[in-house]
């Protein structure tokens, strides 16, 4: 085998999900069907790799430094949305009506991984609750042992700044994702959230 084609199936290893036989099977197709689609893959995993940030605000993903969503006066500023991931946030723009702003954590606290409070963005969430504006932070963290560590100690965060803490109502399974929990289910839990205790 080439080289070449050696290393493109490794580098394809790279995405969830493909394993070596995948991987194998994507580098014949483009090579074998479909050359000009191979280009406009590469051209754009490039640019979104070089241009695609984070939000200062609410670190979700942003071509410019302050998001759409976060620039947008139409969104209520005395909601907070707090999420795990983008993916997540996504999903509940999707599903429900929200129309409050978010903050994105892009990760959970899971100490084995070295995600921490620092990694999470915590200080900028308790310096953006510390600003007064919001009145109610909701906190939609999946319902996992990790997602309920990371809500707990986002309740503190919110009891700190003096802001009510609200979490998804159950109905989100336990140990589910809410990226793949469908609308009506996280509607319904998102519609119906209750209070969470510090
Ligand atoms: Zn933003």
């Not at 998001?67 to 993916?87: F, G, K």
């Not at 994702?177 to 959230?193: C, M, N, V």
């Amino acid at each position: 085998m080439s080289t070449l084609l050696a290393e493109l199936i490794e580098a394809l290893r790279c995405l969830p999900g493909v394993g070596a036989k995948s991987a194998q099977r994507m580098a014949f197709h483009v090579l074998e069907r479909d050359r000009a689609g191979a280009r406009r893959l590469a051209e754009k995993l490039a640019a979104a790799a070089d241009r695609i940030g984070n939000c200062t605000r609410c670190r979700t993903f942003s071509e410019t430094p302050v998001c759409t969503l976060c620039a947008s006066a139409q969104r209520d500023a005395q909601l907070l949305c707090v999420v795990e991931t983008p993916a997540d946030q996504l999903a509940i723009e999707q599903a429900t009506g929200f129309r409050g702003r978010y903050f994105v954590l892009l990760g959970r606290l899971s100490p084995l991984d070295g995600l921490g409070p620092k990694e999470l963005g915590l200080d900028l969430l308790a310096d953006r609750l510390a600003d007064g504006e919001v009145r109610e932070m909701i906190v939609a963290t999946n319902p996992t042992v990790e997602g309920e560590a990371t809500a707990h100690l986002l309740s503190q965060i919110a009891r700190a700044a003096g802001v009510r803490a609200t979490r998804l109502a159950h109905g989100v399974p336990l140990g589910g994702e809410l990226e793949y929990i469908d609308r009506g289910t996280l509607a319904h839990a998102f519609g119906s959230r209750q209070n969470l205790d510090g």
